[in-house]
């Protein structure tokens, strides 16, 4: 085919307006510098490193620098006095870049001069200085895999174990179950943070969490600070950003399974530059439904989320945000045109769920006007409505063999109060929550049929003292936690007191002594408070908060402002953790598939324990490369009832490698990769005698646990961006690929029914184990607009 020269003309013409527009670009870029006690911070140097832009603050604490080409930079702020702080990877757009806020940390010593500390650009709280990770923003939209997810992400992080199968948001930390993380969303708890979420525990197959909501994320994972209640191995907190105050933006995401929109922008601005209230909002909505009704799929995943936050404030001193997150999820099944062994045992397993979530908070904060402190109250709601049904013939939707109906809803009241006096920084405050529970299930395969309705109280206590001794070169934490609830009949304040204690001492230049103790309680979830036997009974109400005991020691040096490397050791030890009366195994070994965690009789007499060593290099973006790597060596064992026989958890992988980096290229190109790694991994077999009578429930028999490992875990993920910036909008086009190896990811044997090559089943029934291919590259592309 001949293309005419004047075809040519307009596609050179074109190419040349596009390098041109992105060549003339240039953008301004807003911020706020404050201390600890919020004040703001007037004359803080703000520059980007390696370039000659730099501004000062004004007398609110903002600063802008102006006539910025957009790219990676790395943004530094210092002052007299104070610890120069550097935020890395700071991504400048054409459109799209948000405020890039600082909260500077007083230095040892009042000198006139700056101070700069290579301490402080890789640093954690001094409550919490050890087993603490924070993820920015652009580092989570960059992650190879993870699909903007920001739960996934956290996967990544150090002494977190894959999931079964590597498909699902399971945090399983450091030999912890799948439920002993809590999640806080700019200071309000969320229980559910994923679509199709495990009741009873949290994991499911897809965050709900907006990436562009984020400012950033920490993952802790032993020292949380005494205001969490309920975490035994992790607190995952999302900071969310505020709204932009100048012009109304927004982008649109595009990936292989699914579309998202985010608006922000000012209210009731007027004529002024800037408005005091501003607003965030998206929608987002899958279309992994349709993708896998067109490749033949039986699976109909179908999701909506949504997310906002609206900000007003009313003075220098007082702020009111309102926020909130939730959820539409429908998972059904549909049988395939043609018959596939491993899609029909699918489609006879897979459970049928209609979830529906929804989380709301009113949070004001202020800031005192003596400078000395500030403090924070949350009123909130979530609610997670659950229909969770298992058919005997899923085709025809007939033959309920398993459902369960659940509606649990808790109010929430929390208050923290900060006060600096002089070198002491106490944080203080309570907690109170109404939680209501009411659950319709039938169990055929355990004989069980119940309709239960509970409420209570629970509410708590909790203080925390920090000070900094011999000029800045120890820090000492200590804290403590009362809770306690008018539902549980065993447990009461006294018996729940959480002690715990921090320590971090500087012993040579850029080297760090950590270590932290501490006590944690939790308090089991609903699907096991409100269970009842089929009379009628509540059968645990005499179970105990489960109780872990952790002791970390570890040593930190930082090579330079932008890279170290730590070691640690941890022990954790629990008791009073719930077993199964029926399967006579503890159920920290559950709650990682689709299923109800919980709704059974226990008895609060597990012990467990999970020891081991973690190993840990991070670079923050210098010379065009960043990146984390880790290696975590580990043991996880619990006990059933007999509390003197430790067994392997099916979270005992051994050993855990994770990397993940990036390089920038120049013109906007960026290559990123992610590397996963676990040990074999016990796993609970198939009770084949009795998967065949309950078929197609599959029953697993617990007794064997620990006779049969899965394959080890390796998986490698690669991506690579490129960035466009044009004067009305910028576009980040990125490419993936899962898996590119093509490595089978390990997953138990599955069963199904033995059948002919026309899918008739085969008389007298027998079990047949699927072959699964699991080592599939999985491609992907995503598009990314801001406007």
Known sequence: MRI??????????????MNLSQAQVTVDIFGTVIDETGQPIFGASVYLEGTQKGSQTDFDGNYSLEGITPGSYNLVVSYIGFETQTQYNVIVRSKGTPNYNFVLKEAAQQLDEVVVSNANTISRPRETPLSTQSLSAVEIATYPGSNNDVVQVAQTLPGVSPSIGGFRNDLIIRGGAPNETVYYLDGMEIPNVNHFATQGSAGGPVGL???????????????????YDNPLSGVLQFSQRNGNRRNFTGNFRVSASEAALTMEGPL??????ASKTTFLASVRRSYLQFLFEAIGLPFRPNYWDYQYKVTHEFDAYNSLS???????????????????????????????????????????KKRFRDGKGFMETTLSNNTLVNDFTRFEDPENETGVIFSNDATESETKLRFTMTNFLGDWKLTSGLNTQY?????????????QAFTTEIDFFKYGFFSNLTRSFLDDKLDVSLGFRLDDDTFTEEDNLLSTFSPRLSLSYEFKENWRLNGSVGRYFKLPPYTILGFRDNSGLLVNQNVQYTKSDHLVVGIQHYFGPSSSISLEGFYKRYDDYPVSVLDQVSLANKGADFEILGSEDVETVGRGRSYGVELQFQQKLSNNFYGIFAYTWFYSEFTGFDRNEFLPSVWDSRHLISFTGGYKLKRNWEVSARYRFAGETPFVPTDLEATLANYPEVILDYTRLGEENLDI????????????????????????AQNVLGQDIPQPPEFGLGRGANGAIVEPRSLVEIDNDAGQIIPSIGIVVDF
């Open 4 to 17: 005419s020269p004047k075809f040519h003309r307009s596609l050179l013409f074109s190419l040349v307006v």
């Open 209 to 227: 969490i907006n990436v562009s909501f984020i400012e950033n994320v920490t993952l802790s994972t032993s020292a949380f600070g005494a205001q």
């Open 268 to 273: 009731f601005k007027g004529g002024e530059d």
């Open 322 to 364: 309102l926020i909130g997150v939730g959820s539409i999820d429908d998972f059904s099944v549909e049988a395939p045109e043609d018959f596939d062994a491993e899609q029909q045992a699918q489609l006879e397993q897979a459970p049928f769920i209609e979830q529906r979530t929804n989380a709301i908070g009113i949070s004001w």
């Open 435 to 447: 939680s209501d529970y009411e659950n319709e299930t039938l169990n055929l395969a355990d004989d």
């Open 713 to 736: 875990f390796s998986q490698l993920d690669l991506r690579i961006d490129k960035k466009w910036n044009f004067k009305r909008l910028s576009l980040d086009v990125f490419v993936e």
